[in-house]
């Protein structure tokens, strides 16, 4: 039993330095096939995506904390016995909602 709860862990680590690892190789191939083929990088990697995804996960976060306090004040006021699942659910609405806004703010540009 104790050997299980060492390998659980040990197993999610390897696990996670495996992804990173093929993502990385996996790009220096991309890289190295790049350079072999004389494709200029710039083509491919668009800086402006980059803006923007920051932005995304911004609004997200900033939507998935707001959710949280809102569900946690309305819990408090309202002493809620089921905090779980209005937490729950109000984090994924105002996460959505931070999406939909992210949307229309990138619509708009030029």
């Known amino acids: ?9 040990i197993t999610f680590l390897l ?4 992804v990173i690892f093929l993502y990385l190789k ?8 790049m350079i072999e083929n004389a494709i200029d990088a710039k083509s491919i990697y668009n ?20 959710g949280n306090l809102f ?5 408090q006021s309202l002493a809620i ?3 779980n699942v209005v937490h729950f659910i109000l984090t994924f609405l105002f996460a959505g909602l931070a999406l939909l806004l ?8 030029p």
């Open 102 to 109: 992210n949307y229309r703010i990138e619509r708009k540009k």
């Open 81 to 83: 016995a089921e905090s």
């Open 1 to 9: 039993m104790r050997y299980l709860e060492l390998l659980i862990p």
């Open 47 to 66: 800086k402006e995506k980059t803006r923007s995804y920051t932005l995304k996960i911004a609004m997200l976060l900033i939507g998935i904390a707001i």
């Open 26 to 33: 996996s790009r220096h191939i991309e890289k190295m096939s």
């Open 15 to 18: 696990s996670v330095f495996g």
């Open 71 to 75: 569900a946690f004040l309305l819990t």
